[in-house]
């Protein structure tokens, strides 16, 4: 039997792991103390991050992390991915530009692809608690790419049902989705790649 998992996410995810992306299980994650309320996983963002800021400490990686957690919008971490946010660890200490992702070697960064990444609703539509993205990328354990699996087998299940889940998910869960580069729906024989930022999203599809 067809399923969104058979037919489309596992596909999916086995195509990444041979592109170097490491697939992680939720069950892993949770394991390692990610819980629904973490949308950055805090284990692989500190060992990543000490990784590439050798010069800061297991406590400097916490801060930073927390810092993180209250950016307000995908420009807010724009700032922040693209290296033009500074860090004092001391008072005596000259202020330095935090690296998120090793742009000078690719080598030195964490590429983890994982599935049913179950995060806390905040803002409900309904009585849902909880959503599933199909299937996140994480670099460094910041999920940077959601994707939306939809199977052409069952009615109504293209990838434009898979944008509607996403625009759900993002007014339902929005804090996940600051942290993102862009968004992906796909059905197996087409996908369409989103950028969402302020006021609307931009999309562009291809097949």
């Known amino acids: 039997m067809y399923t969104e998992y058979t037919s489309v996410e596992l596909p999916l995810i086995n195509t990444l792991a041979k592109l170097g992306w490491s697939f992680i299980h939720p069950n892993v994650l949770e394991a390692t103390g990610r819980t629904v309320y973490d949308h950055i996983v805090p284990s692989i963002f500190k060992e990543s991050f000490i990784r590439i ?3 800061l400490s297991q406590s400097d990686a916490k801060i930073i992390l927390e810092r993180l957690r209250r950016v307000e919008s995908d420009e807010e971490f724009y700032s922040w991915l693209s290296g033009e946010e500074t860090y004092k ?11 998120l992702i ?9 590429f983890n692809v994982t599935n049913q990444y179950k995060t806390a609703v905040t803002n409900a539509d309904n009585a849902e608690k909880h959503i599933k993205p199909d299937v996140v990328l994480l670099v460094n354990g910041i999920p940077l790419t959601i ?11 293209t990838w434009e ?14 804090n996940l989705f ?5 968004n992906i729906s796909i059905d197996g024989f087409t996908y369409n790649c989103l950028l969402y930022t302020s006021p609307s999203p931009r999309d562009r599809q291809k097949s």
């Open 102 to 110: 090793d742009t000078l070697d690719i080598h030195n960064n964490t």
């Open 53 to 55: 800021n050798p010069s």
């Open 161 to 174: 049902e898979g944008i509607k889940q996403l625009d759900r998910y993002i007014r339902t869960t929005p």
């Open 89 to 99: 660890p001391s008072i005596d200490d000259k202020a330095i530009n935090i690296k």
């Open 178 to 182: 600051k942290y993102n580069a862009f």
């Open 147 to 157: 994707i939306e699996c939809k199977v052409l087998t069952t009615e109504n299940s």
